[in-house]
Nanobody, 120 residues
Framework: VQLQASGGGLVQPGGSLRLSCAAS????????MNWDRQAPGNQRELVAS???????NYADSVKGRFTISKDNAKNTVYLQMNSLKPEDTAVYYC???????????????WGQGTQVTVSS
């Protein structure tokens, strides 16, 4: 199983970005998909998550500005980030709890990080 993240970049304060993360491989089901982020000198933190049933959860710092969504047919999760602030600058990582087909096990998988920089 592989997770491929994309969509990071440089944006001015108040701007928007959309991150994508596509899962591929021997996938039976995706139980939950998350976006985490880590800024220099800070611990990694959970930004948003979405379950297989579509339930979502957000960090207080991004509520009302970020929206997590998914496309089941594409095994892809998105993070729409609006009203971006300099403090949103970080490396963003997607990760997922996935049940694989062969062998039939549940594992936690991580994609490579994508840099988001919010600066004027």
């Amino acid at each position: 199983v592989q997770l491929q993240a994309s969509g990071g970049g440089l944006v001015q304060p108040g701007g928007s970005l959309r991150l994508s993360c596509a899962a591929s491989g021997s996938i039976a089901s995706i139980n939950v998909m998350n976006w985490d982020r880590q800024a220099p000198g800070n611990q990694r933190e959970l930004v948003a998550s979405i379950t297989s049933g579509g339930s979502t959860n957000y960090a207080d710092s991004v509520k009302g500005r970020f929206t997590i969504s998914k496309d089941n047919a594409k095994n892809t999760v998105y993070l729409q980030m609006n009203s971006l602030k300099p403090e949103d600058t970080a490396v963003y990582y997607c990760n997922a709890d996935i049940t694989t087909l062969y062998p039939p096990t549940v594992g936690n998988y991580w994609g490579q990080g994508t840099q988001v920089t919010v600066s004027s």
